[in-house]
């Protein structure tokens, strides 16, 4: 009985293959004329960062350059020892997923206010919000530095995060994804007694997990690799992020540049591995919030 049953779900399967249609093969496009060679563009930096974190100090000063004689991965050990790296890292992690947690909460809250709540001046206040997108951070560099003077924060890691709680940016993709809920969600919710912010936590920010995975993947990568604004607000060595840290590695009449590259490489692993992990979330998030 059994062989006939393994006998006849072979010959269904041969079957089920047989009427399935051939696969098409996809032709290459017209635009991966273009696609291909600005990727090579995009690649050749982080290609030609990795060949040098692995050659010589003799071998990246030849002209013209060429491929490292061999892989000299002891610069990755002389750039984690050479300062504290690990240090460095950690206050990294911590600003970037403390400023990823504020921009959850806190955007995510803005953008139902404003999606939701009908009050005085909605629109008004919401263009407002997007104006601010065309303000230059070099404008509000030293207001907000002042600012964090005021409240005693410069030259610590609070003078790093306050200023990144929320950005414009993520306001506006949270409305965006709010106003594409149908409100028969919320009102069901409200039949249910459930209040504004139980609706929020328990019926909508459930269905928005592209975008805040969306939202968390940009704002990680725009707060891990800020240069200028801890430049300018942080001053101890302890305090610094890694990327501030790396500038140590260059002297004013010297730099190891392998050293300066493997360091650069490692900083930029996590990254790298955050955006492949997350890159699927991109296309559902504007797909759902209706950007172009």
Same mark, same amino acid.
């Given at each position: 009985?059994?062989?006939?049953?393994?006998?006849?779900?072979?010959?269904?399967?041969?079957?089920?293959?047989?009427?399935?249609?051939?696969?098409?093969?996809?032709?290459?496009?017209?635009?991966?004329?273009?696609?291909?060679?600005?990727?090579?563009?995009?690649?050749?930096?982080?290609?030609?960062?990795?060949?040098?974190?692995?050659? !010589?100090?003799?071998? !990246?000063?030849?002209?013209?350059?060429?491929?490292?004689?061999?892989?000299?991965?002891?610069?990755?050990?002389?750039?984690?020892?050479?300062?504290?790296?690990?240090?460095?890292?950690?206050?990294?992690?911590?600003?970037?997923?403390?400023?990823?947690?504020?921009?959850?909460?806190?955007?995510?809250?803005?953008?139902?206010?404003?999606?939701?709540?009908?009050?005085?001046?909605?629109?008004?206040?919401?263009?407002?919000?997007?104006?601010?997108?065309?303000?230059?951070?070099?404008?509000?560099?030293?207001?907000?530095?002042?600012?964090?003077?005021?409240?005693?924060?410069?030259? !610590?890691?609070?003078?790093?995060?306050?200023?990144?709680?929320?950005?414009?940016?993520?306001?506006?993709?949270?409305?965006?994804?709010?106003?594409?809920?149908?409100?028969?969600?919320?009102?069901?919710?409200?039949?249910?007694?459930?209040?504004?912010?139980?609706?929020?936590?328990?019926?909508?920010?459930?269905?928005?997990?592209?975008?805040?995975?969306?939202?968390?993947? #940009?704002?990680?990568?725009?707060?891990?690799?800020?240069? #200028?604004?801890?430049?300018?607000?942080?001053?101890?060595?302890?305090?610094?992020?890694?990327?501030?840290?790396?500038?140590?590695?260059?002297?004013?009449?010297?730099?190891?540049?392998?050293?300066?590259?493997?360091? !650069?490489?490692?900083?930029?692993?996590?990254?790298?591995?955050?955006?492949?992990?997350?890159?699927?979330?991109?296309?559902?998030?504007?797909?759902?919030?209706?950007?172009?």
């Amino acid at each position: 009985m059994a062989d006939t049953a393994l006998a006849r779900s072979r010959g269904h399967a041969r079957t089920t293959e047989r009427e399935r249609p051939p696969r098409r093969r996809r032709r290459p496009s017209p635009l991966h004329l273009i696609l291909i060679p600005l990727s090579a563009v995009m690649l050749a930096p982080l290609i030609w960062m990795v060949l040098l974190s692995i050659s !010589t100090e003799a071998e !990246t000063r030849r002209f013209p350059p060429g491929l490292p004689s061999g892989v000299h991965w002891q610069n990755y050990l002389d750039a984690w020892h050479q300062g504290p790296f690990g240090h460095w890292l950690l206050n990294s992690a911590l600003v970037s997923v403390s400023c990823v947690i504020g921009n959850l909460v806190l955007c995510s809250l803005a953008g139902y206010a404003f999606a939701r709540i009908p009050f005085l001046g909605n629109r008004v206040l919401f263009v407002v919000v997007l104006a601010t997108l065309m303000v230059p951070f070099q404008i509000v560099m030293l207001p907000t530095l002042i600012v964090m003077q005021h409240l005693h924060l410069t030259d !610590t890691l609070g003078a790093l995060i306050a200023p990144n709680l929320a950005t414009p940016f993520g306001v506006f993709l949270m409305r965006q994804f709010f106003t594409t809920v149908p409100k028969e969600l919320e009102e069901a919710a409200r039949i249910d007694g459930a209040g504004r912010l139980r609706t929020l936590a328990s019926v909508l920010l459930p269905l928005m997990g592209p975008t805040l995975a969306t939202l968390s993947v #940009l704002t990680f990568l725009n707060v891990w690799n800020d240069f #200028l604004w801890p430049l300018i607000a942080v001053q101890s060595p302890g305090n610094m992020t890694i990327q501030l840290g790396l500038q140590n590695f260059q002297g004013q009449h010297f730099t190891n540049w392998p050293v300066l590259m493997a360091g !650069t490489v490692t900083s930029q692993i996590p990254v790298l591995v955050l955006f492949v992990l997350a890159q699927r979330f991109f296309v559902r998030s504007i797909a759902s919030s209706g950007l172009k």
